[in-house]
C-alpha cells in the first residue's frame, strides 16, 4: 500500500488564516458582507475552500452566515462584549490564581522578561497589543489547562474584533500597563488571591474602556 502524502496544512485553512487576518486588520469591517466571488478569483481558488474558510471562521464566531444572504464579519453588540469580557475574567484569573501558586522561579522570570518587553511597547500600539496578548496566553500555557487555553484562545479572537475601540483608546495604554503591573507584582509574591484580583480588576477596566 502506497504512503499517502499530506500536504502541512489544507487549502482552506490558509485561506482561514488570510481572512482572519484581514478581519483583525480591519481590511474585513463589522459588519461587512464577504464577497466570495470576488475573493475567490482574488486567492485564484475555487468556492469549495472558501467557503470550508467561512465555516471555520464561522465556528470562531468572527463569520456570521445568514440564509440566503451569505457570509458577513460579525458585529459585537454591547452584550456580546460584555459576555466574553465575563468569560475571560474569570477563565484567566483562574488561571494567572494557579500560576502564582504553582509556577518555578524560571516561568515568573520568563513573565517578569515579557513585561519588560511590555514597557518598552508602550509607544507602539500595535506591538503593545502584540506583547500583551502573549503574556496572557504565557500565563495560560504555564497554567497548563489546555481546555481553558482553548476557549480563551476562541474568546481572544472575538475580543479583537472591537479591539481598536477599546485598548488603544485615549490613556488605555497606560491604564492597561499599570495594570499589568499589578498582576506581576501578585505573581512575584506568590499571592494566588492578589494575582487572581488583580486580572479581575485588569479585565473590568478593559471592559469599561470597550463600552
Same mark, same amino acid.
Given at each position: 500500500?502506497?504512503?499517502? %502524502?499530506? %500536504?502541512?496544512?489544507?487549502?482552506?485553512?490558509?485561506?482561514?488564516? &488570510?481572512?482572519?487576518?484581514?478581519?483583525?486588520?480591519?481590511?474585513?469591517?463589522?459588519?461587512?458582507?464577504?464577497?466570495?466571488?470576488?475573493?475567490?478569483?482574488?486567492?485564484?481558488?475555487?468556492?469549495?475552500?472558501?467557503?470550508?474558510?467561512?465555516?471555520?471562521?464561522?465556528?470562531?464566531?468572527?463569520?456570521?452566515?445568514?440564509?440566503?444572504?451569505?457570509?458577513?464579519? %460579525?458585529?459585537?453588540?454591547?452584550?456580546?462584549?460584555?459576555?466574553?469580557?465575563?468569560?475571560?475574567?474569570?477563565?484567566?484569573?483562574?488561571?494567572?490564581?494557579?500560576?502564582?501558586?504553582?509556577? %518555578?522561579?524560571?516561568?515568573?522570570?520568563?513573565?517578569?522578561?515579557?513585561?519588560?518587553?511590555?514597557?518598552?511597547?508602550?509607544?507602539?500600539?500595535?506591538?503593545?497589543?502584540?506583547?500583551?496578548?502573549?503574556?496572557?496566553?504565557?500565563?495560560?500555557?504555564?497554567?497548563?489547562?489546555?481546555?481553558?487555553?482553548?476557549?480563551?484562545?476562541?474568546?481572544?479572537?472575538?475580543?479583537?474584533?472591537?479591539?481598536?475601540?477599546?485598548?488603544?483608546?485615549?490613556?488605555?495604554?497606560?491604564?492597561?500597563?499599570?495594570?499589568?503591573?499589578?498582576?506581576?507584582?501578585?505573581?512575584?509574591?506568590?499571592?494566588?488571591?492578589?494575582?487572581?484580583?488583580?486580572?479581575?480588576?485588569?479585565?473590568? &477596566?478593559?471592559?469599561?474602556?470597550?463600552?
Amino acid at each position: 500500500m502506497s504512503a499517502i %502524502t499530506l %500536504t502541512p496544512k489544507a487549502l482552506y485553512e490558509e485561506v482561514a488564516e &488570510q481572512l482572519r487576518q484581514r478581519i483583525f486588520r480591519r481590511e474585513l469591517e463589522p459588519g461587512s458582507w464577504i464577497d466570495e466571488l470576488k475573493i475567490a478569483e482574488e486567492f485564484g481558488i475555487s468556492r469549495t475552500p472558501l467557503r470550508e474558510a467561512l465555516k471555520v471562521l464561522a465556528a470562531e464566531g468572527l463569520v456570521t452566515m445568514k440564509v440566503r444572504r451569505g457570509a458577513y464579519v %460579525t458585529e459585537m453588540s454591547e452584550k456580546d462584549l460584555r459576555d466574553v469580557y465575563h468569560l475571560l475574567s474569570l477563565l484567566e484569573s483562574d488561571a494567572a490564581g494557579v500560576v502564582a501558586e504553582r509556577a %518555578t522561579d524560571a516561568q515568573i522570570e520568563s513573565l517578569q522578561d515579557l513585561h519588560a518587553e511590555l514597557e518598552a511597547a508602550m509607544a507602539d500600539r500595535e506591538k503593545f497589543f502584540a506583547v500583551n496578548e502573549r503574556f496572557h496566553m504565557q500565563v495560560l500555557e504555564m497554567a497548563d489547562n489546555r481546555w481553558r487555553s482553548q476557549m480563551v484562545a476562541d474568546l481572544r479572537k472575538v475580543m479583537k474584533l472591537n479591539r481598536h475601540n477599546s485598548l488603544f483608546k485615549q490613556g488605555r495604554i497606560a491604564d492597561s500597563l499599570a495594570e499589568h503591573r499589578a498582576i506581576l507584582a501578585a505573581l512575584t509574591a506568590r499571592d494566588p488571591e492578589g494575582t487572581r484580583k488583580a486580572m479581575q480588576e485588569h479585565f473590568a &477596566q478593559g471592559l469599561q474602556a470597550a463600552t
